[in-house]
């Protein structure tokens, strides 16, 4: 074989293994997102692929495998608002106004992590129909917690970023777990 031979072949063989590459890793995490953004406004492709990636282990994931690491994202998510919470209440300068509405957040998040162990538990025994109900239970939560604070004029709500990530990442939970019930290979 002439040297040309030698390394172009392998070189080919190699592209060609790279572009068929299965369907898993980094690029099922941005073949799910690519399917899920398309399907949901409220899912933007990056703000999914950058979530999903920065879990441990998504990378091998299989699509059952990122449900459960976008449940987890979520129960991450909520738990760190509600300590947030607890956090923001105790300060002196937020106004009482303000911390009356923190307190029903901090009730709503309370739930919301039992809504999502819930989720959870039922992912894991395939009950995606309830699983579904705690997630979207979840988002209830964020959105009742922001609308608190826009009752009354002039307060902000502290928390709008965070309950839009919860929001958005919840959202990739039922995403995900429709393309399951649809047998999809996304
Ligand atoms: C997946 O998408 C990211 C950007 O979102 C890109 O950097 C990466 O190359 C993509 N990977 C594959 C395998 O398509
Ligand atoms: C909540 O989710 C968002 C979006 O993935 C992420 O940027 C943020 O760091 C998460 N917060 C926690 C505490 O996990």
């Known amino acids: 074989m002439s040297p040309f031979f030698s390394f172009i072949l392998p070189t ?6 790279i572009s068929t590459h299965p369907i898993n890793g980094q690029n099922l995490i941005n073949r ?3 399917t899920i953004a398309r399907g949901d406004p409220n899912i933007g492709y990056n703000f999914c692929t950058t979530s999903l990636q920065a879990a441990p282990a998504s990378q091998c994931a299989s ?4 449900g459960i690491i976008s449940i987890r994202l979520v129960r991450y998510n909520v738990t760190d608002t ?10 002196r300068k937020i106004d ?26 039922y992912y894991n025994s395939k009950r995606y129909d309830d699983a579904n109900i705690q997630i979207s ?10 609308d608190g604070f826009s009752e ?11 309950n839009r ?3 958005e990442l919840a959202a990739v939970v039922l995403s995900i777990m429709q393309e399951i019930q649809k047998g999809s290979n996304v």
């Open 12 to 17: 080919l063989f190699l592209s060609f293994l």
């Open 32 to 34: 799910t997102c690519k």
């Open 63 to 66: 699509l059952r495998g990122l």
């Open 82 to 91: 509600r300590c947030h919470i607890k956090h923001l209440m105790k300060h």
């Open 96 to 121: 009482p106004y303000s911390k009356l509405y923190l307190k029903d957040c901090f009730e709503l998040f309370s739930n919301a992590i039992s809504s999502v162990k819930l989720a959870m538990k």
């Open 137 to 146: 239970g979840v988002m209830d939560a964020t959105t009742t917690c922001e």
């Open 152 to 162: 009354r004029e002039g307060l902000v709500s502290p928390l709008t970023k965070r």
């Open 165 to 167: 990530n919860t929001f």
